[in-house]
């Protein structure tokens, strides 16, 4: 359980993956980069559906 104030999640992007969109989730803040911050915790509340998403990146040779 998180203390009420102001909170960030912050994720180191996997090796191999490219960076996808960022989704703040119930408790609102505001994607940049790989954090959500500003993220305000009230008593009793629910923070829930941050994502962080990722794409996979393949690198493909086209025969000539």
């Known amino acids: ?3 009420p104030g ?3 999640l912050a994720q180191t992007q996997p090796t ?3 960076d996808g969109p960022d989704t703040p989730g119930s408790a609102g803040g505001a994607a940049a ?3 959500i911050s500003g993220i305000a915790i009230t008593p ?3 923070a ?8 996979r ?3 493909q040779t086209i025969p000539r």
């Open 57 to 59: 990146v393949i690198l």
């Open 44 to 46: 009793g509340a629910r």
């Open 6 to 8: 102001s909170h960030h």
């Open 48 to 55: 829930d559906g941050y994502l962080f998403t990722e794409t």
């Open 1 to 3: 359980m998180l203390r």
């Open 33 to 35: 980069g790989d954090t």
């Open 16 to 18: 191999g993956y490219g």
